[in-house]
């Protein structure tokens, strides 16, 4: 999610997405890739056409990195495009990595 702060008499966020989003809830399970394997639980927030918006309280991911993934509607691979540490936990954008 990038939002951009607009200044003047009010100052607002405005949203630079470039896909819409849907409310989407539900546990995700994430494996990042590596030796040895990182297994996370965590929540899906959101979800667009190309990925998935999701919250964990694991130490964040790293940006680039690739995961698995099983939701109870989706499963596949993904990408992360972000991520934000939060007080409780982190947010992290997914970008979904289709099959040839």
């Known amino acids: 999610m990038r939002l951009s702060l607009v200044t ?43 990925g998935f918006r999701a919250a964990y309280r694991e130490p964040s991911l790293s940006a680039g990195s690739e995961v698995r993934f099983r939701h109870k509607f989706f499963q596949g691979r993904a990408r992360v495009m972000w991520s934000n540490p939060m007080l409780n936990s982190t947010h992290s954008g997914f970008q979904v990595v289709r099959e040839p």
């Open 8 to 50: 003047g008499p009010v100052a607002q966020f405005v949203d630079c997405r470039k896909e819409a989003r849907t409310v989407c809830q539900g546990e995700v399970q994430l494996v990042a890739e590596g030796e040895p394997p990182v297994f996370i639980l965590g929540e899906v927030l959101d979800v667009s056409s190309s």
